[in-house]
């Protein structure tokens, strides 16, 4: 603190505090611009509306049909994530009596809501009506928010979110509100119950805090209050994954591998990012992160650009998925917009705003299923070609199982390699008459066994000297085909007819558990 002694020198000492490290009601809060509302709000709809609009195309994603399965095995935890989703899927699924469009509409929701925050979270940065509307529309138009808005799955509530609480964050930096930090809070809790990783820009926010300002947050009671509720909420299910082994450890690792294969990891981890934001969202980030890190207009929240900056390098070192890091993008997307707003970057944007605009709204119908599926092959949208093929896929299998003997018929299951498979044979399955479907891979390893009469499986996945292991006698009986030449994961598995069981279930199982999304090389981890 810096201490002046007025020139009268009878005045008493006064204690001028940094701006960034303020104490509740020592500055008055600058007053904000009206918020943008109607425009605003007309994105945000314009978002709700085109996203149920393709609510319905072209199926069910492996992932949604996934969490519809686990939702019916409700538990604190699962391999692959915590609780929410699934049961959410399950209840939609129950009380909608199976609608597609109606597992769509809390992510499109989510969307329109993130739409909102990226506004107001111009709004907090001291963004007009221009800005406002800016961050409103690039947020809109970033590939991850359509494309997670599109399906149910773990990202389209879990960004949304993050961009609240970055919101209420730099809403807090600016007016001290205690309060703010308790509903943070809450919506953090929420988040791990969605998705673990949440947690972890709040530990690179705390060491920025402690580096850059304002370290205040860090004395306050409710900075802590909060985090004690974050972690009471992820209780449960830390239980859960410890009394299991902490498989979410290892599906880390498998995630990891994953991204680093596709070459999304390291390096490449700046281009994957950039990718989601798309080409407006692109700019605005690029030229956000620098007017927050390095701008003296926005020194109060550098600590943000920092977190977020730090947060990417955990995520590129970590091979993390890119998405996971979309919801803080909106604090440099919005930084960005207000700049924009001012009159020396105006000029600039008047000259990219064209091109840029037109390039954005191109993405469109790419990132989303607004053309026939006779198009898919021709397109980059791999959840989409996800979609088909399931009802084929179970008219595949219904006509291997009918074709085999009665006798054989009664004591057959289901096995596949991949819990995408085994969610929609579940789903599919019972309308055609189809026995019980098993799942060695991730969650559905948890959601049972075969009985122990059951002597004869139909297998989909895998190769014969993978389940030579297992069975003695293993054939080729089919393969899975959706009938629309569309190259997905599905499409090309081997039907096996297994029989003969080298081990009891009892020991076969925990053999095959399996985290590795597509068993082909018969080289799994064992239990």
Not at 144 to 168: E, F, K, S
Not at 216 to 228: C, T
Not at 231 to 256: E, F, N, R, Y
Request: hydrophobic residues 50%; charged residues 15%; proline residues 6%.
């Amino acid at each position: 603190m810096d201490l002046t002694t007025p020139r009268n020198g009878n005045a008493p000492l006064v204690l001028h505090r940094p701006a960034n490290d303020r104490q509740i009601g020592d500055e008055a809060p600058s007053d904000l611009a009206p918020f943008a509302r109607k425009p605003v709000f007309v994105v945000a709809g314009i978002v709700v509306a085109l996203l149920l609009l393709v609510s319905n195309r072209f199926g069910f994603f492996s992932d949604e049909l996934y969490f519809i399965a686990a939702g019916r095995h409700p538990a604190w935890g699962y391999v692959d994530q915590p609780p929410l989703v699934p049961l959410l899927a399950q209840g939609i699924e129950y009380l909608s009596n199976g609608s597609l469009v109606a597992l769509r509409v809390p992510p499109a929701l989510s969307a329109g809501a993130g739409v909102v925050v990226a506004a107001l979270t111009a709004r907090e940065l001291g963004g007009k009506r221009i800005a406002q509307i800016l961050a409103a529309v690039v947020y809109a138009l970033s590939p991850v928010v359509l494309m997670t808005g599109h399906v149910l799955a773990t990202g389209g509530l879990d960004i949304n979110l993050a961009a609240c609480t970055a919101w209420l964050l730099i809403r807090w930096i600016r007016v001290r509100d205690d309060r703010l930090l308790l509903w943070i809070s809450l919506i953090t809790a929420v988040e791990v119950q969605i998705k673990y990783v949440s947690a972890s820009f709040w530990v690179v926010f705390v060491i920025s805090a402690l580096i850059f300002g304002p370290r205040s947050i860090l004395r306050r009671p409710n900075l802590w209050i909060g985090a004690g509720i974050v972690a009471a909420s992820a209780i449960p299910s830390l239980v859960w994954q410890a009394q299991h082994g902490w498989p979410q450890v290892d599906m880390t690792k498998v995630i990891a591998k994953e991204v680093s294969d596709s070459g999304a990891g390291g390096v490449g981890f700046i281009g994957a990012a950039l990718s989601l934001c798309g080409i407006a969202g692109a700019i605005f980030l690029v030229y956000g992160m620098i007017k927050l890190i390095g701008s003296s207009a926005h020194r109060n929240y550098r600590v943000l650009g920092w977190s977020v900056l730090g947060i990417a390098l955990v995520y590129a070192v970590t091979n993390a998925r890119a998405y996971y890091l979309a919801g803080y993008l909106v604090i440099p997307l919005a930084a960005a917009a207000v700049a924009f707003e001012g009159k020396a970057s105006r000029r600039l944007w008047k000259w990219l705003a064209v091109p840029v605009s037109l390039l954005s709204l191109a993405l469109i119908p790419i990132v989303l299923p607004m053309y026939p599926a006779s198009a898919l092959n021709r397109m980059p949208d791999g959840v989409s070609k996800d979609t088909v093929g399931w009802p084929e896929m179970a008219d595949t299998v219904a006509g291997i199982y009918n074709s085999l003997p009665s006798g054989t018929r009664q004591n057959t299951v289901l096995l596949t390699d991949g819990y995408g498979q085994a969610s929609a044979l579940d789903r599919y399955g019972p309308a055609r008459h189809l026995p019980p479907v098993y799942s060695g891979h991730r969650g559905y390893w948890y959601f049972g066994r075969p009985s122990d009469g059951a002597t004869s499986v139909i297998y989909l996945g895998a190769d014969k000297p993978y389940l030579d292991r297992f069975f003695k006698s293993v054939r080729k009986v089919g393969t899975v085909d959706n009938h629309m030449h569309v190259s997905n994961a599905s499409r090309g598995q081997v039907i096996w007819l297994c029989e003969e069981l080298r081990q009891p279930w009892s020991r076969l199982w925990p053999r095959l558990y399996h985290l590795t999304a597509v068993t082909a090389r018969g080289d799994v981890p064992s239990k």
